[in-house]
């Protein structure tokens, strides 16, 4: 049996070269497959994270949005105040603040008297 025939020593060379070959493209497979998957990930991380920035923006136009019409008021309050007629009225009516010679009364409001 140490001997055997050519044809047989090509069978059994042969079969071991397609188990090789078949060993190889089973790794090339799994590294391919492995690249993929890994390529996946990345894709959906990068999602993920651009569906959170985007969250984020939206929120923070938001509040930009409330910051300017705040800032809109406030500036007309500045204005206002450096009228001096209204910083008068304001004054008389916040700080009950009276001209010489004027009296003030303070009346309680209707709304807060018990029914």
Do not use: C, W
């Not at 136009?61 to 409330?66: A, G």
């Not at 916040?94 to 303070?106: H, M, Q, R, S, T």
């Amino acid at each position: 049996m140490k001997h055997l025939s050519k044809a047989q020593q090509h069978l059994k060379s042969g079969s071991r070269a397609t188990q090789i070959h078949r060993r190889r493209r089973l790794f090339i497979v799994a590294v391919m497959v492995l690249t993929v998957l890994i390529g996946s990930v990345q894709v959906i991380r990068a999602q993920h994270a651009l569906g959170e920035t985007n969250a984020a923006l939206v929120s923070a136009n938001k509040k930009l949005k409330t910051v300017k019409a705040n800032k809109s008021v406030l500036k007309v309050q500045v204005d206002q105040l450096k009228n001096e007629t209204y910083l008068e009225k304001l004054v008389r009516q916040k700080y009950y603040v009276a001209k010489p010679g004027e009296i003030l009364f303070n009346l309680p409001d209707k709304t807060n008297q018990p029914d």
